[in-house]
Protein backbone atom coordinates (compact mmCIF):
# COMPACT_ATOMS: atom_id res chain seq x y z
CA UNK A 1 0.00 0.00 0.00
CA UNK A 2 1.39 3.47 -1.21
CA UNK A 3 2.51 5.76 1.91
CA UNK A 4 0.02 7.82 2.99
CA UNK A 5 -3.07 5.94 0.74
CA UNK A 6 -6.17 6.50 3.04
CA UNK A 7 -7.23 3.50 4.92
CA UNK A 8 -10.67 3.44 3.91
CA UNK A 9 -11.73 -1.00 4.00
CA UNK A 10 -9.92 -3.29 6.17
CA UNK A 11 -11.10 -7.15 6.59
CA UNK A 12 -10.77 -9.13 9.69
CA UNK A 13 -11.39 -12.88 9.79
CA UNK A 14 -11.64 -14.97 12.54
CA UNK A 15 -13.98 -18.27 11.08
CA UNK A 16 -14.41 -19.43 14.75
CA UNK A 17 -14.94 -21.00 17.32
CA UNK A 18 -17.07 -18.74 19.70
CA UNK A 19 -14.15 -18.25 22.44
CA UNK A 20 -11.35 -17.39 20.15
CA UNK A 21 -13.98 -14.68 18.03
CA UNK A 22 -14.49 -13.03 21.87
CA UNK A 23 -10.47 -13.08 21.97
CA UNK A 24 -10.80 -11.48 18.53
CA UNK A 25 -12.52 -8.66 20.10
CA UNK A 26 -9.83 -7.11 21.33
CA UNK A 27 -7.94 -6.95 17.61
CA UNK A 28 -11.16 -5.57 16.29
CA UNK A 29 -10.99 -2.67 18.95
CA UNK A 30 -7.59 -1.87 18.08
CA UNK A 31 -8.73 -1.77 14.61
CA UNK A 32 -11.13 0.58 15.27
CA UNK A 33 -8.90 2.74 17.36
CA UNK A 34 -6.35 3.59 14.87
CA UNK A 35 -8.90 3.69 12.03
CA UNK A 36 -11.82 5.26 13.59
CA UNK A 37 -13.43 6.35 10.24
CA UNK A 38 -12.79 2.78 7.90
CA UNK A 39 -15.49 0.52 6.85
CA UNK A 40 -14.79 -2.73 8.70
CA UNK A 41 -15.49 -6.15 7.86
CA UNK A 42 -15.84 -9.57 9.86
CA UNK A 43 -15.39 -12.76 7.96
CA UNK A 44 -17.08 -15.74 10.75
CA UNK A 45 -17.84 -19.41 9.73
CA UNK A 46 -21.96 -20.12 10.15
CA UNK A 47 -23.06 -21.06 13.67
CA UNK A 48 -20.48 -18.88 15.00
CA UNK A 49 -21.50 -15.28 14.04
CA UNK A 50 -22.94 -14.68 18.06
CA UNK A 51 -20.54 -12.82 19.54
CA UNK A 52 -20.06 -10.26 16.88
CA UNK A 53 -24.19 -9.31 16.00
CA UNK A 54 -24.73 -6.43 18.64
CA UNK A 55 -20.71 -5.28 17.86
CA UNK A 56 -20.74 -1.22 17.41
CA UNK A 57 -17.25 -2.15 15.42
CA UNK A 58 -17.99 -3.93 12.66
CA UNK A 59 -19.72 -2.51 9.51
CA UNK A 60 -20.28 -5.40 7.62
CA UNK A 61 -20.44 -8.70 8.63
CA UNK A 62 -19.85 -11.73 6.29
CA UNK A 63 -21.13 -15.36 7.26
CA UNK A 64 -19.34 -18.27 5.47
CA UNK A 65 -21.32 -21.26 5.36
CA UNK A 66 -18.44 -24.13 5.25
CA UNK A 67 -21.20 -26.64 4.91
CA UNK A 68 -21.32 -29.45 2.39
CA UNK A 69 -18.75 -31.58 1.33
CA UNK A 70 -16.30 -31.84 -1.68
CA UNK A 71 -17.66 -29.79 -4.71
CA UNK A 72 -20.02 -27.84 -2.91
CA UNK A 73 -17.62 -26.50 0.18
CA UNK A 74 -15.23 -25.49 -2.52
CA UNK A 75 -17.68 -23.34 -5.08
CA UNK A 76 -18.24 -21.89 -1.15
CA UNK A 77 -14.93 -20.90 -0.60
CA UNK A 78 -14.25 -19.45 -4.41
CA UNK A 79 -17.89 -17.78 -3.96
CA UNK A 80 -16.44 -16.15 -0.70
CA UNK A 81 -12.76 -15.16 -2.33
CA UNK A 82 -14.33 -13.36 -5.03
CA UNK A 83 -16.84 -11.74 -2.85
CA UNK A 84 -13.31 -10.69 -0.72
CA UNK A 85 -11.59 -9.75 -4.16
CA UNK A 86 -14.08 -7.64 -5.62
CA UNK A 87 -13.92 -5.29 -2.65
CA UNK A 88 -10.48 -4.82 -2.79
CA UNK A 89 -9.48 -4.29 1.02
CA UNK A 90 -6.77 -1.55 1.62
CA UNK A 91 -6.13 -4.72 4.32
CA UNK A 92 -6.73 -8.02 5.70
CA UNK A 93 -6.02 -9.45 9.02
CA UNK A 94 -6.37 -13.04 9.24
CA UNK A 95 -6.42 -14.04 13.12
CA UNK A 96 -7.72 -17.50 11.94
CA UNK A 97 -4.24 -18.42 10.34
CA UNK A 98 -4.96 -21.38 9.81
CA UNK A 99 -4.41 -23.40 5.44
CA UNK A 100 -8.15 -22.52 4.23
CA UNK A 101 -7.77 -18.96 5.84
CA UNK A 102 -4.34 -17.86 4.50
CA UNK A 103 -5.36 -19.20 1.22
CA UNK A 104 -8.54 -16.72 1.64
CA UNK A 105 -6.60 -13.74 2.72
CA UNK A 106 -3.31 -14.71 0.03
CA UNK A 107 -6.36 -14.74 -3.10
CA UNK A 108 -8.51 -11.68 -1.78
CA UNK A 109 -5.53 -9.75 -2.86
CA UNK A 110 -5.77 -6.79 -0.55
CA UNK A 111 -3.15 -4.11 -0.90
CA UNK A 112 -1.42 -4.91 2.79
CA UNK A 113 -1.93 -8.48 4.50
CA UNK A 114 -1.06 -10.32 7.49
CA UNK A 115 1.69 -13.21 7.14
CA UNK A 116 0.07 -16.18 5.00
CA UNK A 117 4.35 -18.12 5.59
CA UNK A 118 5.65 -18.31 9.04
CA UNK A 119 5.89 -20.13 12.00
CA UNK A 120 3.70 -18.00 13.96
CA UNK A 121 1.92 -21.18 16.21
CA UNK A 122 4.73 -20.56 18.58
CA UNK A 123 2.76 -17.09 19.69
CA UNK A 124 -0.13 -17.26 22.03
CA UNK A 125 -3.47 -16.70 20.45
CA UNK A 126 -3.48 -12.58 21.52
CA UNK A 127 0.42 -12.04 21.06
CA UNK A 128 -0.09 -13.45 17.12
CA UNK A 129 -2.91 -11.04 16.92
CA UNK A 130 -0.55 -7.98 18.12
CA UNK A 131 2.13 -8.92 16.17
CA UNK A 132 0.12 -9.65 12.68
CA UNK A 133 -1.75 -5.98 13.49
CA UNK A 134 2.36 -4.38 14.04
CA UNK A 135 3.03 -6.32 10.55
CA UNK A 136 -0.15 -4.04 9.19
CA UNK A 137 0.78 -1.12 10.82
CA UNK A 138 -1.06 -1.02 14.12
CA UNK A 139 1.57 -0.62 16.44
CA UNK A 140 -0.32 -0.82 20.07
CA UNK A 141 -0.51 -3.45 23.03
CA UNK A 142 -3.74 -5.12 22.45
CA UNK A 143 -6.74 -3.73 24.71
CA UNK A 144 -8.65 -5.50 26.90
CA UNK A 145 -11.52 -7.87 25.04
CA UNK A 146 -15.30 -6.92 24.92
CA UNK A 147 -18.51 -8.78 24.70
CA UNK A 148 -21.37 -7.24 23.12
CA UNK A 149 -25.00 -7.81 23.98
CA UNK A 150 -27.86 -6.45 23.14
CA UNK A 151 -30.65 -4.55 25.60
CA UNK A 152 -33.02 -7.64 25.43
CA UNK A 153 -30.51 -9.36 27.29
CA UNK A 154 -30.02 -7.25 29.63
CA UNK A 155 -33.19 -7.43 30.08
CA UNK A 156 -33.72 -11.23 30.64
CA UNK A 157 -30.56 -11.54 33.16
CA UNK A 158 -32.10 -9.03 35.07
CA UNK A 159 -35.47 -10.43 35.16
CA UNK A 160 -33.46 -14.04 36.20
CA UNK A 161 -31.42 -12.93 38.63
CA UNK A 162 -34.43 -11.29 40.16
CA UNK A 163 -36.95 -14.51 39.67
CA UNK A 164 -34.17 -16.04 41.56
CA UNK A 165 -33.98 -14.01 44.71
CA UNK A 166 -30.42 -12.68 43.96
CA UNK A 167 -29.67 -8.82 45.07
CA UNK A 168 -27.10 -6.34 43.24
CA UNK A 169 -24.99 -6.25 46.55
CA UNK A 170 -25.04 -10.37 46.87
CA UNK A 171 -21.92 -12.32 46.56
CA UNK A 172 -22.34 -14.03 43.44
CA UNK A 173 -20.17 -17.19 41.98
CA UNK A 174 -20.37 -18.56 39.18
CA UNK A 175 -19.54 -22.20 38.19
CA UNK A 176 -18.94 -23.86 34.86
CA UNK A 177 -18.68 -27.23 34.29
CA UNK A 178 -19.98 -27.54 30.64
CA UNK A 179 -17.05 -28.78 28.53
CA UNK A 180 -17.49 -30.85 25.67
CA UNK A 181 -13.82 -32.33 25.88
CA UNK A 182 -13.31 -35.05 28.39
CA UNK A 183 -9.69 -33.95 29.13
CA UNK A 184 -11.28 -30.42 30.40
CA UNK A 185 -13.95 -31.50 32.19
CA UNK A 186 -13.12 -31.01 35.80
CA UNK A 187 -15.07 -33.37 38.14
CA UNK A 188 -18.24 -32.45 39.03
CA UNK A 189 -17.95 -33.10 42.75
CA UNK A 190 -14.98 -30.90 42.94
CA UNK A 191 -16.88 -28.32 41.22
CA UNK A 192 -19.43 -28.51 44.03
CA UNK A 193 -17.30 -28.75 46.90
CA UNK A 194 -15.74 -24.94 45.41
CA UNK A 195 -19.49 -23.86 45.20
CA UNK A 196 -20.45 -25.16 48.81
CA UNK A 197 -17.60 -23.74 50.43
CA UNK A 198 -18.44 -20.13 48.94
CA UNK A 199 -21.73 -20.35 49.98
CA UNK A 200 -21.06 -21.98 53.28
CA UNK A 201 -17.80 -19.93 54.60
CA UNK A 202 -18.07 -16.70 52.26
CA UNK A 203 -22.00 -16.67 51.96
CA UNK A 204 -21.66 -16.80 48.39
CA UNK A 205 -25.32 -17.59 46.57
CA UNK A 206 -23.92 -19.72 43.12
CA UNK A 207 -24.90 -20.06 39.88
CA UNK A 208 -24.45 -23.22 37.39
CA UNK A 209 -23.87 -22.20 33.59
CA UNK A 210 -23.67 -24.06 30.17
CA UNK A 211 -25.42 -24.33 27.06
CA UNK A 212 -28.40 -26.86 26.52
CA UNK A 213 -26.34 -29.82 26.16
CA UNK A 214 -24.46 -29.41 29.49
CA UNK A 215 -27.82 -29.66 31.41
CA UNK A 216 -26.87 -33.16 32.41
CA UNK A 217 -23.63 -32.17 34.27
CA UNK A 218 -24.86 -28.52 35.54
CA UNK A 219 -27.54 -30.66 37.40
CA UNK A 220 -25.17 -33.32 38.63
CA UNK A 221 -23.40 -30.43 40.13
CA UNK A 222 -26.96 -28.89 41.89
CA UNK A 223 -27.18 -32.64 42.90
CA UNK A 224 -24.06 -32.77 44.64
CA UNK A 225 -24.46 -29.64 46.38
CA UNK A 226 -25.38 -28.95 49.72
CA UNK A 227 -26.97 -25.43 49.50
CA UNK A 228 -28.69 -25.97 45.97
CA UNK A 229 -27.22 -23.60 43.51
CA UNK A 230 -29.39 -21.75 40.54
CA UNK A 231 -29.80 -23.34 37.46
CA UNK A 232 -28.89 -21.25 34.39
CA UNK A 233 -27.13 -24.13 31.65
CA UNK A 234 -29.87 -24.57 28.89
CA UNK A 235 -32.06 -21.69 30.22
CA UNK A 236 -30.30 -18.98 28.49
CA UNK A 237 -29.04 -17.97 24.73
CA UNK A 238 -24.88 -17.55 24.49
CA UNK A 239 -25.51 -13.33 24.57
CA UNK A 240 -27.83 -13.63 28.15
CA UNK A 241 -25.35 -15.86 29.51
CA UNK A 242 -22.70 -13.30 28.64
CA UNK A 243 -24.84 -11.05 30.72
CA UNK A 244 -25.55 -13.54 33.79
CA UNK A 245 -21.80 -14.07 33.74
CA UNK A 246 -21.26 -9.99 34.05
CA UNK A 247 -23.31 -10.02 37.20
CA UNK A 248 -21.03 -12.92 38.93
CA UNK A 249 -18.38 -11.51 41.19
CA UNK A 250 -16.26 -14.79 40.54
CA UNK A 251 -16.31 -17.14 37.87
CA UNK A 252 -15.06 -21.10 38.41
CA UNK A 253 -14.27 -22.56 34.42
CA UNK A 254 -12.68 -24.97 32.29
CA UNK A 255 -10.92 -24.38 29.17
CA UNK A 256 -14.42 -23.01 27.13
CA UNK A 257 -16.23 -20.86 25.58
CA UNK A 258 -17.89 -19.08 28.62
CA UNK A 259 -14.08 -18.98 30.39
CA UNK A 260 -13.10 -16.25 26.85
CA UNK A 261 -16.86 -14.75 27.41
CA UNK A 262 -16.24 -13.65 30.98
CA UNK A 263 -13.20 -12.23 30.38
CA UNK A 264 -14.91 -10.28 27.69
CA UNK A 265 -17.27 -8.90 30.74
CA UNK A 266 -14.39 -8.40 33.01
CA UNK A 267 -15.37 -10.91 35.63
CA UNK A 268 -12.66 -12.72 37.70
CA UNK A 269 -11.75 -15.73 36.85
CA UNK A 270 -9.88 -18.96 37.87
CA UNK A 271 -9.77 -21.50 35.32
CA UNK A 272 -8.79 -25.28 35.53
CA UNK A 273 -6.99 -26.87 32.32
CA UNK A 274 -6.36 -30.21 31.28
CA UNK A 275 -5.52 -31.17 28.18
CA UNK A 276 -4.53 -27.80 26.86
CA UNK A 277 -1.83 -25.53 27.12
CA UNK A 278 -3.04 -22.51 29.32
CA UNK A 279 -0.69 -19.56 28.06
CA UNK A 280 -1.56 -20.78 24.66
CA UNK A 281 -5.12 -19.57 25.08
CA UNK A 282 -4.54 -17.44 27.62
CA UNK A 283 -1.90 -15.07 27.62
CA UNK A 284 -0.94 -12.33 28.40
CA UNK A 285 -3.20 -12.85 31.62
CA UNK A 286 -5.24 -9.89 32.90
CA UNK A 287 -4.93 -9.10 36.68
CA UNK A 288 -8.11 -10.59 37.52
CA UNK A 289 -7.43 -14.34 36.15
CA UNK A 290 -5.75 -16.74 37.81
CA UNK A 291 -5.21 -20.35 35.43
CA UNK A 292 -4.21 -23.89 37.21
CA UNK A 293 -2.85 -27.05 35.74
CA UNK A 294 -0.93 -30.22 36.69
CA UNK A 295 2.40 -29.40 35.60
CA UNK A 296 3.36 -32.88 36.06
CA UNK A 297 1.19 -34.15 33.01
CA UNK A 298 3.24 -32.74 30.14
CA UNK A 299 2.99 -31.87 27.09
CA UNK A 300 -0.65 -30.90 26.56
CA UNK A 301 -1.92 -33.69 24.71
CA UNK A 302 -4.97 -31.95 23.09
CA UNK A 303 -6.93 -35.19 22.54
CA UNK A 304 -10.84 -35.10 23.15
CA UNK A 305 -10.59 -38.10 25.46
CA UNK A 306 -7.49 -38.98 27.69
CA UNK A 307 -4.75 -40.80 26.28
CA UNK A 308 -4.06 -42.52 29.63
CA UNK A 309 -8.02 -43.05 30.20
CA UNK A 310 -7.37 -41.14 34.11
CA UNK A 311 -7.77 -37.82 33.66
CA UNK A 312 -5.33 -37.52 35.88
CA UNK A 313 -4.22 -34.05 35.04
CA UNK A 314 -7.72 -32.95 36.06
CA UNK A 315 -8.03 -34.84 39.40
CA UNK A 316 -4.78 -33.35 40.46
CA UNK A 317 -6.21 -29.91 40.36
CA UNK A 318 -8.11 -30.10 44.06
CA UNK A 319 -11.17 -27.94 45.09
CA UNK A 320 -8.50 -26.87 47.66
CA UNK A 321 -6.12 -25.18 45.05
CA UNK A 322 -8.96 -23.43 43.48
CA UNK A 323 -10.29 -22.27 46.60
CA UNK A 324 -7.12 -20.55 47.39
CA UNK A 325 -6.51 -19.51 44.01
CA UNK A 326 -9.82 -17.65 44.13
CA UNK A 327 -9.83 -16.30 47.34
CA UNK A 328 -5.91 -14.64 46.89
CA UNK A 329 -7.37 -13.53 43.46
CA UNK A 330 -10.36 -11.48 45.59
CA UNK A 331 -8.32 -10.74 48.77
CA UNK A 332 -10.71 -12.83 51.03
CA UNK A 333 -9.99 -14.43 54.39
CA UNK A 334 -9.84 -17.97 53.94
CA UNK A 335 -11.76 -20.82 56.58
CA UNK A 336 -8.02 -21.76 57.44
CA UNK A 337 -7.33 -18.10 58.69
CA UNK A 338 -10.18 -18.58 60.90
CA UNK A 339 -9.24 -21.36 62.64
CA UNK A 340 -5.52 -20.80 62.53
Not at 21 to 36: D, E, G
Not at 61 to 83: A, E, P, Q
Not at 129 to 155: A, C, K, Q, Y
Not at 158 to 173: H, S, T, Y
Request: proline share 6%; charged share 25%; hydrophobic share 40%.
Amino acid sequence: MKRGRKVKKICVIRMSSLGDIIQASAALRAVRNKYPDAEITFVVAKGFEIPVLNSPIIDNLVVYNRGGKNLSNFNKLISLIFKLFRNRFDILIDLHYNRRSRIISFLAMPRRRTPVLGNYLKYSNLERHELFLNRVGIDSTLPPMEFWSGEDDVHFAGEFLKRARIEPDDFLVGLNPGVNWTTKSWPEDYLARVGDYFSQVHGAKTIVFGGPDDRKKAVNVYKKMERKPVLAAGRASFLETGELIRRCNLFITGDTGLMHLARGVNVPIVAIFGGTDPWRHTAPLPGNMRVIRDDECQPPCYKYHCPKKTRACLWAVTPEMVIKEAENLLNLKSYSDDTD
